[in-house]
């Protein structure tokens, strides 16, 4: 099965990309493989294997380990994937919601230090969820906008992304243990076709300190995943899913295409590839996406 080694480096970096190539270079001449496919100049390039053995993926690891690069090593076949499903709190968006809400309760640090814990996969999602939402009772409703307006903000590359994959007929959907105040507004600015989260329960001016049951947490986004594929009629492997917490894990692991971006340990040590560096565009060029052919 052929197999495409890429990477992705900043094009403002160019003794990084030069570095990369050498060294990746290095590992397909062993090979004896031709010179490199160029994606983006002085931005990302890749090399094809007809086949690959149990020591490539660690050769290629060590060969950039100390670069500020990202790469991948994924199968050719069905590489442009037809379904993306992505987390949205510190993925598609740069922060959490929830913790930028307790900033105006005035109890962010204490919010985040939970957050923290359940992203890390040492809390179970919904009860931490639970616990998190009832310290913010009382808080009036006006803070969703306000932490919408003023904090929430698109990562680098997401709206590319979503964009260029639903260019090219995938259905792109945004699945977030957030709440639907925030992902109804993400979605639409970033391009995706659908949203699935939590709702927060108010009453005329304030939040009552409860979420919607049931809660959406790590088990209904893999359900989101299935049920989005099967609408489809495609298979989970045409899936590409994005996250960083734990409760982003089984996604990352059913789909096609597992990514990890500026993930927490348990979920970069499980995903296919990471996004450590670059923005989310780097996900585009590990599907084989030239730049000429991204919509902004």
């Given at each position: 099965?052929?197999?495409?080694?890429?990477?992705?480096?900043?094009?403002?970096?160019?003794?990084?990309?030069?570095?990369?190539?050498?060294?990746?270079?290095?590992?397909?001449?062993?090979?004896?493989?031709?010179?490199?496919?160029?994606?983006?100049?002085?931005?990302?390039?890749?090399?094809?294997?007809?086949?690959?053995?149990?020591?490539?993926?660690?050769?290629?690891a060590a060969?950039?380990?100390?670069?500020?690069?990202?790469?991948?090593?994924?199968?050719?076949?069905?590489?442009?994937?037809?379904?993306?499903?992505?987390?949205?709190?510190?993925?598609?968006?740069?922060?959490?919601?929830?913790?930028?809400?307790?900033?105006?309760?005035?109890?962010?640090?204490?919010?985040?230090?939970?957050?923290?814990?359940?992203?890390?996969?040492?809390?179970?999602f919904e009860?931490?969820?639970?616990?998190?939402?009832?310290?913010?009772?009382?808080?009036?409703?006006?803070?969703?906008?306000?932490?919408?307006?003023?904090?929430?903000?698109?990562?680098?590359?997401?709206?590319?992304?979503?964009?260029?994959?639903?260019?090219?007929?995938?259905?792109?959907?945004?699945?977030?243990?957030?709440?639907?105040?925030?992902?109804?507004?993400?979605?639409?600015?970033?391009?995706?076709?659908?949203?699935?989260?939590?709702?927060?329960?108010?009453?005329?001016?304030?939040?009552?300190?409860?979420?919607?049951?049931?809660?959406?947490?790590?088990?209904?986004?893999?359900?989101?995943?299935?049920?989005?594929?099967?609408?489809?009629?495609?298979?989970?492997?045409?899936?590409?899913?994005?996250?960083?917490?734990?409760?982003?894990?089984?996604?990352?692991?059913?789909?096609g295409f597992?990514?990890?971006?500026?993930?927490?340990?348990?979920?970069?040590?499980?995903?296919?590839?990471?996004?450590?560096?670059?923005?989310?565009?780097?996900?585009?060029?590990?599907?084989?996406?030239?730049?000429?052919?991204?919509?902004?």
């Amino acid at each position: 099965m052929k197999h495409a080694l890429v990477f992705v480096a900043s094009p403002d970096d160019k003794p990084a990309y030069r570095e990369a190539l050498l060294m990746l270079g290095r590992v397909a001449l062993s090979r004896k493989l031709p010179p490199p496919d160029v994606l983006s100049g002085w931005e990302s390039a890749q090399w094809i294997y007809d086949s690959v053995d149990g020591e490539l993926r660690q050769e290629a690891a060590a060969a950039v380990a100390e670069l500020p690069v990202d790469w991948a090593l994924t199968p050719v076949a069905g590489r442009k994937k037809k379904l993306l499903v992505a987390d949205m709190d510190s993925t598609i968006i740069n922060v959490e919601c929830l913790d930028e809400l307790a900033d105006f309760a005035g109890i962010k640090a204490e919010i985040a230090a939970i957050t923290e814990r359940a992203m890390r996969g040492d809390l179970e999602f919904e009860p931490a969820l639970r616990e998190r939402v009832a310290k913010l009772k009382g808080l009036a409703t006006e803070a969703l906008q306000k932490t919408y307006d003023e904090r929430v903000r698109l990562n680098p590359g997401a709206a590319t992304l979503v964009k260029t994959m639903a260019a090219n007929g995938a259905r792109c959907v945004l699945v977030s243990g957030g709440f639907t105040f925030f992902t109804e507004r993400v979605a639409e600015a970033a391009g995706f076709h659908a949203s699935r989260a939590n709702t927060l329960l108010e009453d005329a001016t304030a939040l009552t300190g409860l979420v919607q049951e049931p809660i959406l947490g790590r088990a209904a986004k893999l359900d989101a995943l299935r049920s989005e594929a099967r609408a489809l009629g495609v298979s989970e492997q045409d899936a590409l899913a994005i996250g960083d917490g734990a409760n982003d894990l089984d996604m990352i692991k059913a789909a096609g295409f597992g990514i990890a971006y500026h993930a927490k340990p348990l979920v970069a040590a499980e995903a296919d590839a990471k996004i450590d560096h670059m923005s989310l565009e780097a996900a585009l060029f590990f599907q084989g996406y030239r730049r000429g052919e991204f919509v902004s």
